[in-house]
């Protein structure tokens, strides 16, 4: 079954410093979400991306982030100078549709700790 | 307010039994769509089951079932002859329809599913 990969699993990063989270979408699917969860706590929308630029952004999405689809496959999450309450998992999502029905299929995020 | 409701903090349940994980949900669209996703220490997000706002049928997907009372606005997930590998954290999600511009899913805060042996 196609399944949405995200790499590096785990990321240690000192404050200050950039941060690019990876996640490789199932192959045909437009729609393209990242999501945060800290520590076991609710899960967060950061932003969605479709057609090569932002749909929908959260108040959490600041100018710290951006997200980018540098090629057919590939889609990231930049942190610019990253601090300490960054340290979070972060899930990639993808959906085939932009609808009610359709289900967001995660991949199994990347734990980023910053110290 | 919240959108998404999930009052059970955490349960423990004896392995066999039955569990209802319950959830409520605001959404003043029509059409909707809720999600139902596992969580195992592991850290993936795993989806389990959707139901429809416009479906007559509650769904059902293996031991999984999700009670759909609408006019209540409630969602709740029903695990049959629970297992140890059941032990989890289990969110409850909506996704809102065309009259609603957003682009996401939002989550509950969970209900932290422990089986016991």
């Known amino acids: 079954e196609p399944e949405v990969t995200q790499t590096p699993s785990h990321q240690v990063t000192q404050m200050g410093q950039e941060v690019i989270l990876r996640c490789v979408p199932i192959?045909?699917?437009?729609?393209f979400y990242w999501y945060r969860q800290i520590l076991g706590q609710k899960v967060e929308f950061l932003v969605s991306f479709y057609n090569n630029e932002i749909s929908e952004k959260s108040e959490i999405f600041d100018d710290q982030f951006s997200v980018e689809r540098p090629d057919g496959s590939n889609f990231t999450l930049k942190i610019r100078s990253t601090k300490l309450e960054d340290s979070a998992m972060y899930f990639c999502a993808s959906s085939d549709y932009r609808d009610y029905n359709s289900p967001l299929h995660f991949g199994n995020g990347t734990r980023l700790t910053v110290t | 307010a919240q959108k998404i409701t999930q009052t059970q903090p955490g349960m423990f349940v004896q392995e066999k039994e039955a569990v209802t994980l319950d959830c409520t949900y605001d959404?003043?669209?029509?059409?909707?769509?809720l999600f139902w996703y596992k969580q195992p220490s592991s850290g993936e997000m795993i989806f389990l089951i959707y139901q429809g706002s416009y479906d007559e049928q509650n769904a059902t997907e293996g031991r999984y079932s999700l009670n759909f009372q609408k006019a209540r606005k409630s969602a709740n997930l029903v695990i049959s002859a629970s297992q140890l590998g059941d032990s989890a954290m289990y969110f409850c999600a909506m996704r809102e329809g065309k009259e609603n511009r957003d682009d996401k899913i939002i989550f509950g805060k969970g209900t932290r599913l422990h089986i016991l042996p």
């Open positions: 959404t003043s669209d029509q059409s909707y769509g």
């Open positions: 192959s045909n699917h437009l729609y």
